[in-house]
């Protein structure tokens, strides 16, 4: 299978400042890639769906100016947590598909923030 | 909407004990259902999915079969080993075949005791 490389694995931050977090798909092209967050004994939640080239599409509930997702290349999306306050510690997980509708979505191994 | 409802954890279970790991869905449409396993340390992994009605899917001896009378898709295995443990994520796509926008249960940690 193909593989997602997420980085950082795990960041703590002081509140007020901004997180970058990173999925990169390693030896095959995203056409899009999806971030979920996830809580404690709870499920994945789709936050955003971003396709190379164009803005994220955004799911209901999740701030766009605090949850800023970036997908400048086909092997690359960032998610930047601005302005982090405690209540966005979580985890938070990449995914990438490689073509459009039908193909398999390969995962990130997920980052874990704790704003502090 | 949508949903994902499976059992929760943590499972324990000995060597070569049978899983059941059970999960049950609410959905409009024919969606596709799909196991995903993470194990420590890792990403995601696609397990098995199974497409429409009746459909079984099956990967590394685990099987799961798509029962729509039911709304379940139960996922099993009949002889377990200590490299299974992982968490189990039970998951379905409104759109047939697509894995894009995929709606999760809350995960089963599955430990296997030797």
């Known amino acids: 299978g193909a593989v997602v490389s997420q980085h950082p694995s795990w960041v703590i931050c002081k509140s007020g400042t901004s997180v970058k977090i990173e999925c990169r798909s390693l030896?095959?092209?995203?056409?899009?890639m999806f971030w979920y967050r996830q809580f404690p004994k709870q499920s994945l939640m789709l936050m955003a769906t971003?396709?190379?080239?164009?803005?994220?599409?955004?799911e209901q509930g999740v701030e766009k100016d605090k949850f800023l997702i970036n997908h400048a290349s086909l092997t690359l999306s960032t998610l930047t947590v601005t302005s982090a306050h405690p209540e966005d510690s979580s985890f938070y997980i990449c995914s990438a598909r490689r073509g459009p509708g039908g193909s398999e979505a390969f995962f990130g191994q997920g980052t874990r923030l704790t704003v502090v | 909407g949508n949903s994902v409802t499976q059992m929760e954890g943590p499972v324990t279970l000995s060597e070569e004990a049978f899983l059941t790991i059970n999960c049950t869905y609410t959905a409009t449409g024919y969606p596709s259902l799909f196991w995903y396993v993470q194990y420590p340390g890792e990403g995601l992994q696609l397990l098995l999915k199974?497409?429409?009605?009746?459909d079984k899917g099956s990967n590394k001896g685990f099987e799961a079969t798509y029962r729509k009378e039911t709304t379940s898709f139960h996922l099993e295995k009949g002889s377990v080993q200590v490299s299974d443990s992982a968490v189990y994520f039970c998951a379905l796509s409104d759109r047939r075949g697509s894995q894009g926008n995929l709606i999760f249960g809350k995960g089963t940690k599955l430990s296997v005791k030797p």
């Open positions: 199974a497409t429409k009605a009746d």
């Open positions: 030896d095959f092209q995203a056409t899009t």
């Open positions: 971003s396709n190379e080239g164009s803005k994220a599409t955004y």
